[in-house]
Each structure stands twice: as structure tokens, then as C-alpha cells.
């Protein structure tokens, strides 16, 4: 009898059957995973964009002059009147490592909520000298 250290071509093919099975097994439970890390990831963005948006008017001098960066939207309520300036205020605020507040198709956005396929807009609900702005996530989805 021939000793060999080589792997049988069955051997092969059991192996290769074996992760075929784990792949169509886990492969679900890995996607919806990462989905959810996205959406942890989203909300916890979305938290922080409202905290620098809250920040970033209690700095201001009067509400008034917070509110000088809107302008009138639909319904009657405020929304930014530049959404790239607007963007440029808060970012100071928006702390975090890698990403920042930026405008893409006319919302605001992270580039994990790009990823996600989401945005926020936001509104600044009348009489504006009663509320503050606030941050709306948007799944479109």
C-alpha cells in the first residue's frame, strides 16, 4: 500500500459540501448583522447630529439669530436656507472619528447613512421660539 500526505478528490468534494451548507446556513444570519450594525450605527448618528444642531443653537447669541440660517419650507415650518452651510455649523459640533455631516442630493448625510440608503432632514417646527430644530432620519426604504 502507498502512503500519500494528499488529500482524496472525495475529501476534497466532502469539504467543499461542508461550507456549502455553513454558506447557505449563515450566510442569512450574517446579512441581517450587519443590516443591524448599520441601523445602530445610523440612529446613534442621527442622535449626534441633533446634539450638535442643539449645541450649535444654544451658542448662538438669540434664537433669532439661529434662526437667520432658515428660511420657510413646506407646511410653514423652517428648514435650512443652505443646507452646505448649515452642514459646516454643526460639523463642529458632530464629533466623531472619521465622519462627518456632508450634503448629498439635498439632504444632510454621513456616509454611513449613504451606505444605508438613509438621510435626515431637518425642520425647525413654528413658532420656531418654542423648539429647536429637529433632525429627522429618513429611510426611504
Keep these: ?11 476534497v468534494l ?11 446556513v449563515l450566510g442569512p444570519t450574517v446579512g441581517a448583522l450587519v443590516t443591524r450594525g448599520q441601523q445602530v450605527t445610523v440612529n446613534q448618528q442621527t442622535v449626534k447630529v441633533q ?5 450649535w443653537v444654544a451658542e448662538q447669541p438669540t434664537l433669532a ?26 460639523n463642529h459640533y458632530f464629533m466623531t ?3 462627518s455631516v456632508k450634503v448629498a442630493n439635498g439632504h444632510l448625510t454621513t456616509d ?7 438621510y435626515i432632514d431637518v425642520i425647525w417646527p413654528q ?3 418654542q423648539n429647536y430644530p429637529h433632525a429627522n432620519l429618513i429611510r426611504p426604504n
Excluded at 446634539?51 to 449645541?55: L, P, S, W
Excluded at 454611513?112 to 438613509?118: D, F, I, K, P, S
Aim: glycine share 8%; charged share 15%; with cysteine.
Design 97 to 99: 472619528d472619521n465622519d
Design 127 to 129: 413658532p420656531y421660539r
Design 112 to 118: 454611513a447613512m449613504t451606505r444605508a440608503g438613509c
Design 1 to 11: 500500500m502507498r502512503s500519500s500526505s494528499a488529500f482524496t478528490l472525495l475529501e
Design 51 to 55: 446634539e450638535a444642531i442643539n449645541a
Design 65 to 90: 439669530a439661529s434662526a437667520a440660517q432658515f428660511q420657510a419650507g413646506p407646511g410653514g415650518d423652517l428648514v435650512p436656507a443652505d443646507l452646505t452651510v448649515f452642514a459646516g455649523l454643526i
Design 14 to 24: 466532502a469539504v467543499i459540501a461542508v461550507m456549502a451548507v455553513l454558506a447557505v
